[in-house]
């Protein structure tokens, strides 16, 4: 089927650096969705983007849809050991398709 | 009320065991979903459910049935299991079946088959 593709796939900082994790798609997308998952836990909704071009804030957490919406990125600003865990993209392509997901250890 | 609920949390099954496996929203979701979801591994789509019927099966072994007695209620019976199935099985739901709504997770049930 279709796929996203996310990168990196393991990012390791230190706290208070940033950390960005990047999705692209072959095919335009309706919309992409970004999930955290927590280590032991389930992927819990953190936003979904669905305009050409758009970007979204929550907090530290900044989230961009490309002009074409192929690609998508969602960056995290002077991370915190709160931030540790899985983070995937959904792209939704007739199905939901999840990128591979890029997992953050943020070292106190 | 925006939770999944799953039951059980966690499972050990032997491979000739019959279980099932329980899902619950209460949020008036018309779209159910059941996922797999192998270590450090994303999800992997394994049933939806719209309007309590099923609209796709991703080609998953017979030894899954899946059943949607109500709007509220998604099951995963299991039988003859193997050892490589054991995952994290997920439950989601969102309000209606296309893809573009938010989709909302239960807590997982974390399955061993011995």
């Known amino acids: 089927g279709q796929q996203v593709m996310q990168i990196p796939q393991y990012q390791h900082v230190q706290e208070g650096e940033d950390f960005t994790t990047y999705c692209n798609s072959s095919?335009?997308?309706?919309?992409i969705q970004w999930y955290k998952q927590r280590p032991g836990g389930h992927p819990v909704f953190l936003i979904q983007l669905v305009k050409s071009g758009e970007v979204k804030k929550q907090k530290r957490l900044t989230f961009q849809f490309g002009e074409a919406k192929k690609n998508s990125s969602l960056h995290i600003t002077a991370t915190q050991t709160t931030d540790v865990g899985t983070y995937f993209c959904?792209?939704?392509?007739?199905?939901?398709?999840f990128g591979k997901g890029t997992s953050l250890l943020v070292t106190p | 009320d925006t939770e999944v609920t799953q039951t059980p949390k966690h499972l050990v099954m032997g491979m000739t065991n019959k279980k099932s496996l329980k899902c619950e929203q209460h949020?008036?979701?018309?779209?159910m979903y059941w996922y797999k979801q192998k270590a450090k591994k994303p999800p992997e789509l394994m049933f939806v459910?719209?309007?309590?019927?099923?609209?796709i099966n991703e080609s998953v072994p017979s030894r899954f049935s899946p059943e949607c007695p109500n709007s509220s209620l998604l099951n995963l019976h299991l039988h003859a299991l193997q050892p490589e199935d054991s995952a994290l099985y997920l439950c989601?739901?969102?309000?209606?079946?296309?893809?573009?709504?938010?989709?909302?997770f239960g807590p997982g049930t974390r399955l061993t088959v011995l």
């Open positions: 459910y719209s309007y309590e019927k099923l609209s």
């Open positions: 959904a792209g939704s392509i007739g199905a939901l398709n």
């Open positions: 989601a739901s969102s309000l209606d079946r296309g893809f573009t709504d938010t989709q909302y």
């Open positions: 949020m008036g979701h018309r779209a």
């Open positions: 095919t335009t997308l309706s919309n």
